[in-house]
């Protein structure tokens, strides 16, 4: 399969960044502007000068904690491809909704995006709930929506790319890993009470009871939940190896200060705490030293110590300033401009089928994570990471798997 030529790390940064790192991910530096006709046959909101997408994420309510960082991730890419000279030749526009962490508002918002606005492609959503929600709106109007979050898997649209990891690269690995290296043999399993967490921890289960170990509680809270004294007396009575943490959006400060407060020092041996939903963005809620020494899995932090990941957060904190931090997500959400517009590209034209066809097998080589490939069934080939939390509030790498793992949205025996 054919895909765009891709462009070698630039070594040295200026006061410009901006517009080097995006040359960085340029698939080509100079695109010729193409008649609307030729690349527009379906009434999507593109002229011979721009081209309207969408973003749609929660920006008040609880999850704003942690979808804020998409959406500045999502226009700085935006920016960047617009300063190298946009997509065929067109300048990009964004319409920004807020979801209002509110499930029925993403699913309202959505078909405002594609039916009024005609978007060209959407960058959006964060929850499992928001997703699911929006799902049935962008497979009725043939939308386009690039999803940035690690989630659940057992799901696979024409009409997503998955640009965060699925539960075979993230909690099946993120489980091997702390079985191997900490001895683990009980598991307590604590999230908050929406889709991903649940069936998350479902597939958890499932996982450490295929591997003779057992579960010893599971607990569930809901959204914005604050008051967390309970189950964390019921951890201590179960002693637990392994608090196994998919707690969610603003209930993590909560969460973490209370668990410091009762005595769980997490930069002990026992109990390990791992993560796989709080991120950078979300330790700045929750502060660095409430929550020293728990472990995370995911495929990114802002401190892997590769040009192109440097070259990202140098731009990142150029746009929003310094004492701004990167999450997984967040560099999720900010591949899916660069995806579409290679997709774009590699199609030559903007209608969504066209550009279904062209996604699998996209690749850049230059994205702050490392080599990132789209698979056919829409989801991203990845490397998954172990990190330790600091006090400074940013993650340190212990482990990363040395290939890229293949995206199996639809694990055998874990359904």
Request: aromatic letters at 10%.
């Given at each position: 399969?054919?895909?765009?030529?891709?462009?070698?790390?630039?070594?040295?940064?200026?006061?410009?960044?901006?517009?080097?790192?995006?040359?960085?991910?340029?698939?080509?530096?100079?695109?010729?502007?193409?008649?609307?006709?030729?690349?527009?046959?379906?009434?999507?909101?593109?002229?011979?000068?721009?081209?309207?997408?969408?973003?749609?994420?929660?920006?008040?309510?609880?999850?704003?904690?942690?979808?804020?960082?998409?959406?500045?991730?999502?226009?700085?890419?935006?920016?960047?491809?617009?300063?190298?000279?946009?997509?065929?030749?067109?300048?990009?526009?964004?319409?920004?909704?807020?979801?209002a962490?509110?499930?029925?508002?993403?699913?309202?918002?959505?078909?405002?995006?594609?039916?009024?606005?005609?978007?060209?492609?959407?960058?959006?959503?964060?929850?499992?709930a928001?997703?699911?929600?929006?799902?049935?709106?962008?497979?009725?109007?043939?939308g386009?929506?690039?999803?940035?979050?690690?989630?659940?898997?057992?799901?696979?649209?024409?009409?997503?790319?998955?640009?965060?990891?699925?539960?075979?690269?993230?909690i099946?690995?993120?489980?091997?890993?702390v079985?191997?290296?900490?001895?683990?043999?009980?598991?307590?399993?604590?999230?908050?009470?929406?889709?991903?967490?649940?069936?998350?921890?479902?597939i958890?289960?499932?996982?450490?009871?295929?591997?003779?170990?057992?579960?010893?509680?599971?607990?569930?809270?809901?959204?914005?939940?604050?008051?967390?004294?309970?189950?964390?007396?019921?951890?201590?009575?179960?002693?637990?190896?392994?608090?196994?943490?998919?707690?969610?959006?603003?209930?993590?400060?909560?969460?973490?200060?209370?668990?410091?407060?009762?005595?769980?020092?997490?930069?002990?041996?026992?109990?390990?705490?791992?993560?796989?939903?709080?991120?950078?963005?979300?330790?700045?809620g929750?502060?660095?030293?409430?929550?020293?020494?728990?472990?995370?899995?995911?495929?990114?932090?802002?401190?892997?110590?590769?040009?192109?990941?440097?070259?990202?957060?140098?731009?990142?904190?150029?746009?929003?300033?310094?004492?701004?931090?990167?999450?997984?997500?967040?560099?999720?959400?900010?591949?899916?401009?660069?995806?579409?517009?290679?997709?774009?590209?590699?199609?030559?034209?903007?209608?969504?089928?066209?550009?279904?066809?062209?996604?699998?097998?996209?690749e850049?080589?230059?994205?702050?994570?490392?080599?990132?490939?789209?698979h056919?069934?829409?989801?991203?080939?990845?490397?998954?990471?172990?990190?330790?939390?600091?006090?400074?509030?940013?993650?340190?790498?212990?482990?990363?798997?040395?290939?890229?793992?293949?995206?199996?949205?639809?694990?055998?025996?874990?359904?």
């Amino acid at each position: 399969m054919n895909t765009p030529p891709l462009i070698k790390p630039l070594k040295r940064f200026t006061r410009r960044s901006c517009i080097h790192l995006a040359a960085i991910f340029a698939t080509s530096l100079l695109t010729p502007a193409i008649a609307g006709a030729e690349v527009n046959t379906t009434g999507l909101a593109v002229t011979d000068k721009d081209v309207t997408v969408g973003i749609l994420h929660s920006v008040t309510g609880t999850m704003a904690i942690s979808e804020t960082g998409s959406v500045q991730a999502e226009k700085l890419a935006i920016k960047q491809i617009n300063e190298m000279g946009g997509v065929l030749g067109r300048q990009i526009k964004y319409i920004q909704e807020d979801g209002a962490s509110d499930w029925p508002t993403f699913a309202e918002k959505s078909k405002k995006l594609l039916v009024n606005d005609k978007v060209a492609a959407v960058f959006g959503c964060w929850t499992s709930a928001s997703r699911k929600a929006v799902l049935p709106v962008f497979e009725q109007y043939n939308g386009m929506l690039y999803y940035p979050t690690f989630y659940e898997g057992l799901e696979q649209s024409p009409n997503v790319i998955y640009t965060g990891q699925e539960a075979t690269q993230q909690i099946i690995a993120g489980i091997d890993w702390v079985v191997k290296e900490k001895g683990a043999k009980k598991f307590f399993l604590l999230g908050s009470d929406y889709i991903w967490p649940r069936t998350s921890n479902k597939i958890a289960r499932k996982h450490i009871e295929k591997l003779g170990l057992k579960v010893v509680g599971e607990e569930y809270y809901p959204l914005g939940h604050t008051q967390f004294n309970s189950v964390i007396n019921k951890i201590k009575l179960k002693k637990p190896d392994v608090i196994y943490a998919i707690v969610v959006g603003g209930s993590n400060v909560a969460f973490y200060k209370q668990l410091k407060a009762a005595g769980i020092d997490m930069t002990k041996e026992k109990p390990v705490l791992l993560t796989i939903s709080v991120t950078e963005d979300e330790i700045r809620g929750i502060g660095g030293e409430n929550i020293d020494g728990a472990y995370a899995a995911m495929k990114y932090f802002q401190s892997l110590p590769n040009d192109n990941n440097k070259a990202f957060v140098k731009a990142f904190k150029e746009m929003w300033g310094d004492d701004i931090v990167i999450g997984d997500v967040t560099q999720a959400a900010y591949l899916g401009p660069w995806l579409w517009k290679a997709a774009v590209e590699k199609a030559g034209s903007f209608d969504i089928d066209k550009i279904r066809a062209a996604s699998p097998g996209i690749e850049l080589t230059t994205a702050p994570e490392g080599y990132v490939r789209i698979h056919e069934n829409h989801h991203l080939w990845s490397k998954t990471r172990v990190g330790l939390a600091g006090k400074d509030g940013q993650y340190k790498v212990v482990y990363e798997t040395k290939e890229l793992m293949e995206p199996d949205p639809f694990p055998k025996g874990y359904q």
